[in-house]
């Protein structure tokens, strides 16, 4: 009656209203007398208006402007996947992106596409936008920075840091004298032209060389530390630097220059002296997340902006007052990543992108048409990588570095990235850098950055590493030796309950290696420890509980999937256990499985039906990261389906063919270990027609009589099913009776598909 009752009500309350709307139009109207109201012809074609109100607002500069930002990002993002797949930084695929968007390709071959996507009129609009990305990006730089180890290693780092800018700056500044009659701007004085060209050698990419350091799993080794203090000091010194190049640039002369470096010295101790010490204030009493409210964050911002704006107006430019902003917030680490967090995401994601884009409208490669051109980017990127990654080698081979671990710091220091680009663009937008210069320039930036994944990897070819024996080591340990691989810390649990279940009794005979991997850039430096801790708490907390003895193992990558096989192939692993995403399965049989029943396009159906591999992704019914760990592995694998699997008491494993009898010795593990009483299914007489499985039976029912049984009947009902606390099959079973007895899996309680 209820339901009725609110039914007419609605109706009454709707009606009601909309006829009072009506009535008092039809009112209203009666005083549109003497207002010369024009009237539209009925003749008008309802059609052309739609279409001539639609392309009205289809060129609005809103509308513009969010159609560029969701090209941009789109393709940012794909061309970032496509490097990450390649083992290269992501910011190396956003250049590309950008340049693939600008007059370079796009408006080569697609002139009035690239008009219609990128209107003059419209890149004033995606330059503010980049300029705010940029100072939000500076701002979580400066903040990246770890003073602290920067004073504890301050006379390595500086040694280091300095060499690897002085040496690249003087040769930088060498080129500039040879190709500035043909290549500078007119009106620009060689010194203001050196200065800029120096300086574009001697940057370090600080946030991307922090991310290869995390990548390569060496931020906790002595060079990673090295490596890290050094770019830090790269960092501050190449923007101080930049601050007086660009002061002297827009002054015209030293002398001139000399007022603005006053002010911004004045600047820099009001920073230090005065802000910084207030923010150590109020960072102190608002260091946690539920302490900081609102107007405390809109301090910090407003910090940020005032900062950007003094350093804008002295002449320094407003990244550098965003770095100043980020290198004086208080050094509490949980603070700084709160505000990371906040920053991170909006500047790197949605406006960086941008920034990329809007350098690769202006870097048109076409103008390098000539031979000579070309071997003059040759030469710059000649120049280049030899003043940075002979510099900082030598150096650091100076300050008493190993040849290799001196190598690998030049390898790493050569690596310019975005921070090349922000020069770059400043110096183009002071009228310093052709468009020539400025796309050889960019090309360098590319080639520098690109070139040091392969560097590092030949480095240690030719260093042969411990790490290699010690892998070989690790890989001949009798032991039965099991890797936990998950990334929800929940379904860590599952894993390391299961893992015990097959070497509980083994009397230190067994070694479990839990482990976590995370997509390197989501992550930053101050939040890589904390990450780490809250990622295991709840898996140590398990092992505690088990007290079950494990090794903790975590890396952040850029290649998860690959990770997770090279690391189990590199340690002779017995097992491999992982566990499956839920939510992907949605609307799928994995997704029944998993107790999903809303029907969702899954997103692997689509692809396969797009690519034409269908079948592919219906027999495995697995995601693309588990597929590719399937693929990689050279050791068994295990994948559990887990539906909060606490304890492994009763055992369901069904025989389908005669390739599953590997199954029946994780059953004796199981009994052996955990005392499971387990249940095998002869479903097509693959027992009773192989002898060496019937005796491997026999030889379990001797020693535990009480722990395994054998059914010949097919039928099984879901009361039993519902008993049972894990299914255990191998992978071809998996998907034969996905198609066949589905109903099985649906009411177990979890499943463990294993690849022998």
């Not at 350091?213 to 490596?227: H, M, P, Y």
């Not at 923007?239 to 827009?250: E, G, H, P, S, T």
């Not at 699997?645 to 590997?662: A, G, H, S």
Request: a neutral charge; aromatic letters at 10%.
């Amino acid at each position: 009656m209820k339901k009725f009752r609110n039914i007419f009500f609605y109706i009454g309350v709707i009606g009601i209203f909309s006829g009072l709307m009506y009535w008092i139009v039809l009112v209203g109207e009666k005083q549109e007398a003497g207002r010369n109201i024009v009237v539209r012809a009925a003749e008008t074609n309802p059609w052309s208006d739609f279409v001539t109100g639609f392309s009205h607002s289809l060129h609005h500069p809103l509308a513009v402007l969010l159609g560029q930002i969701v090209t941009i990002i789109l393709f940012a993002r794909l061309f970032g996947w496509i490097c990450k797949k390649l083992r290269q930084p992501s910011v190396v695929g956003e250049i590309i992106a950008g340049i693939v968007l600008g007059p370079s390709l796009l408006g080569m071959y697609f002139p009035e596409f690239s008009a219609a996507l990128f209107p003059k009129e419209s890149m004033g609009n995606i330059q503010f936008l980049s300029q705010i990305g940029l100072i939000l990006f500076m701002f979580v730089v400066g903040m990246e920075l770890d003073l602290k180890v920067l004073r504890n290693k301050a006379h390595e780092a500086v040694v280091v840091s300095h060499a690897s800018i002085i040496i690249p700056f003087a040769l930088g500044m060498g080129l500039a004298y040879f190709i500035y009659a043909s290549f500078a701007p007119e009106g620009i004085q060689f010194s203001s032209f050196a200065l800029f060209i120096g300086i574009s050698m001697s940057v370090t990419a600080f946030p991307v060389l922090a991310r290869i350091v995390q990548e390569r799993g060496i931020q906790k080794t002595r060079l990673g530390t090295v490596v890290i203090t050094c770019a830090a000091a790269d960092d501050i010194t190449a923007w101080c630097i930049l601050a007086a190049v660009i002061a002297i640039v827009k002054a015209g002369s030293f002398v001139s220059a000399l007022y603005i470096m006053g002010l911004s010295i004045g600047y820099v101790v009001v920073m230090l002296n005065v802000i910084r010490p207030f923010l150590k204030r109020v960072g102190d009493l608002h260091a946690s997340r539920e302490n900081l409210s609102k107007p405390v964050v809109a301090i910090f911002f407003l910090i940020l902006v005032i900062s950007s704006y003094a350093t804008e107006v002295i002449g320094i430019h407003a990244l550098f007052g965003a770095f100043m902003a980020g290198a004086v917030m208080p050094e509490n680490m949980k603070f700084r990543n709160i505000f990371i967090e906040k920053v991170d995401d909006v500047a790197v994601v949605l406006l960086l992108p941008l920034f990329f884009v809007f350098t690769g409208l202006r870097t048109q490669i076409g103008l390098l048409n000539d031979p000579h051109l070309w071997m003059i980017t040759g030469v710059i990127i000649l120049v280049a990588v030899t003043g940075k990654f002979l510099g900082s080698a030598l150096a650091a081979k100076f300050v008493g570095q190993s040849w290799k671990d001196s190598l690998a710091i030049g390898a790493l220091m050569n690596t310019r990235g975005l921070m090349e680009l922000i020069v770059l663009n400043i110096g183009y937008d002071l009228g310093v850098l052709t468009p020539q210069v400025f796309a050889m320039m960019v090309i360098m930036a590319l080639v520098t950055t690109g070139m040091t994944g392969p560097a590092l990897d030949i480095i240690n070819f030719l260093f042969k590493s411990k790490t290699a024996v010690v892998d070989a080591e690790v890989s001949q340990i009798s032991k039965f030796k099991i890797l936990v691989s998950f990334g929800n810390p929940e379904r860590g649990r599952s894993l390391l309950r299961l893992a015990n279940s097959l070497t509980r009794k083994l009397n230190g005979n067994a070694a479990i290696t839990a482990m976590h991997l995370s997509p390197s850039n989501e992550l930053n430096q101050y939040n890589v420890e904390e990450y780490e801790k809250e990622s295991f708490s709840p898996v140590v907390e398990e092992s505690h509980r088990l007290q079950q003895k494990i090794t903790t193992l975590f890396k952040p990558t850029n290649d998860i999937d690959a990770e997770i096989a090279e690391v189990a192939n590199r340690g002779d692993y017995d097992l491999l256990l992982v566990g499956v995403g839920q939510s992907i399965f949605e609307g799928s049989l994995l997704g029944k499985v998993l107790g999903f029943t809303t029907r969702i396009i899954n997103p692997n159906r689509l692809l396969g039906t797009v690519t034409g591999k269908e079948k592919l992704f219906d027999s495995s019914s697995f995601d693309e990261r588990t597929r590719s760990i399937l693929s990689r592995s050279h050791v068994p694998v295990g994948i559990l389906i887990d539906k909060q699997l606490e304890k492994i008491d009763r055992v369901f494993i069904p025989l389908v063919e005669p390739r599953d009898k590997f199954l029946i010795g994780y059953a004796q593990r199981l009994i052996n270990n955990a005392e499971a009483q387990i249940t095998i299914l002869d479903l097509n007489d693959v027992v009773k027609n192989d002898a060496e499985i019937r005796e491997s039976i026999r030889a379990i029912e001797q020693n535990a009589p009480q722990h395994i049984r054998l059914l010949q009947d097919k039928t099984i009902d879901k009361s039993f099913l519902a008993q049972q606390e894990l299914v255990i099959l191998s992978l071809e079973t998996w998907k034969k009776l996905m198609e066949s007895h589905s109903e099985w899996l649906n009411n177990t309680s979890s499943v463990l598909i294993l690849k022998p």
